[in-house]
Each structure stands twice: as structure tokens, then as C-alpha cells.
């Protein structure tokens, strides 16, 4: 069993930076592909980013490539991601969620394995 736990949202300006963390309890983090996704008001929950298990591959989404990045410190159990020049349409709950498959960015909850319970990113004009 493992729980995620998101934290580093917040309110900030738009062209600023935010780093979120997601902290995995257990031991078998480095066992689990770590995925971030968004969702706005409104709106369906949309992928962000994805790291593989060892951190060695990552793919983005279109919108976010170029100013956000993933990454994961499997000693630490934690994964992260980094967010500069945020603009307003950034805003969203950011959540993390993992499982053991690399590949598919799917934003349906059966394709993973956890979720964490979100945290609130909120981008000022």
C-alpha cells in the first residue's frame, strides 16, 4: 500500500514559480511510474507530466513543456514538480497519482494504482 501526499500550492502571480512535492509512504516508491495531472473548475482533469520509475524518462503535455518539470528522489520517497513562468490558466488542483506501468497518460482513476488528495495551485493576473 502506498499514499500520496501533496504539498507546495498555492497563490502566486502570474510569471512566478511553485514547487509541488508528492511524499509516498512505504518502501516501494521506486516501484511506481509517478504522474502529475490538473483539474480547473469546471473542466476534466487533464495530464500534466510523467516520470519513470528510475527518473530516467519524462514526457509533458504541450501546454505545461518548457516551464514545468518532473522529477522523483526514490531515497526520499518523493517526487516533485517544478513550475515557472505560471500563467492564470495554470490554475487548477494539482493531483499526483502512481503505478507500477510506464506509458499511457490516461486521467481516468482506475489506471492507477494511488492518487493523492490534490493541492490547490491559483494563478494571479
Known amino acids: 500500500q502506498v499514499q500520496l501526499v501533496e504539498s507546495g500550492g498555492g497563490l502566486v502571480q502570474a510569471g512566478g514559480s511553485l514547487r509541488l512535492s508528492c511524499a509516498a509512504s512505504g518502501r516501494t516508491f521506486s516501484s511506481y511510474a509517478m504522474y502529475w495531472f490538473r483539474q480547473a473548475p469546471g473542466k476534466e482533469r487533464e495530464f500534466v507530466a510523467a516520470i519513470s520509475r528510475s527518473g530516467v524518462s519524462t514526457y509533458y503535455a504541450d501546454s505545461v513543456k518548457g516551464r514545468f518539470t518532473i522529477s522523483r528522489d526514490n531515497a526520499k520517497n518523493t517526487g516533485y514538480l517544478q513550475m515557472n513562468s505560471l500563467k492564470p490558466e495554470d490554475t487548477a488542483v494539482y493531483y499526483c497519482?502512481?503505478?507500477?506501468?510506464?506509458?499511457?497518460?490516461?486521467?481516468?482513476?482506475?489506471?492507477?494504482?494511488?492518487w493523492g488528495q490534490g493541492t490547490q495551485v491559483t494563478v494571479s493576473s
Open positions: 497519482a502512481a503505478r507500477t506501468r510506464w506509458g499511457s497518460s490516461s486521467p481516468e482513476r482506475s489506471d492507477y494504482d494511488y
